[in-house]
């Protein structure tokens, strides 16, 4: 299956990807005090939480379990000089569940990250990705 996307040039600072439906994404390679979007490193962390994400909520509500809210913190560390790619990731899981077991969670976020993200099978197996989760009962 072959997906599609095309990037155009806005400034020498701005671009805008447009996938194969039509959606877009903004970018921007500006300084931290005047980003405007994110850059394309900001996009591979939003990319990887949001595909285990996909997966994990969906192995929550197969179970049955009572699945309220989740948010991933995502931290990235880069080597220095070019190319500055990851050489750490880590994601924190948090989930709001009140019937969710960390037995449960650990099981769901390690298939998640490690069997079903397409995101995470394609990035470098040099970065050290790691990850850990809190469940809040709310």
Sequence with gaps: MAI???LVYKTDKEFEATNQAGNT????M?????KQNQSPMDLVLSALAGCA????????????????DL????????AEGHP???TKIHKKFIITSPDLTDKEAERIIDLAVESYCSVASSLSPEIDMTHSFEILKG
């Design 4 to 6: 599609s996307s095309t």
């Design 25 to 28: 994404v903004k970018m921007d």
């Design 30 to 34: 500006y300084p931290q005090d005047e």
């Design 53 to 68: 994400a996909v997966d994990i909520v969906s192995m929550i509500k197969k179970r049955r379990k009572t699945f309220v």
């Design 71 to 78: 948010k991933v913190e995502s931290v990235g560390e880069r």
């Design 84 to 86: 500055a790619k990851f």
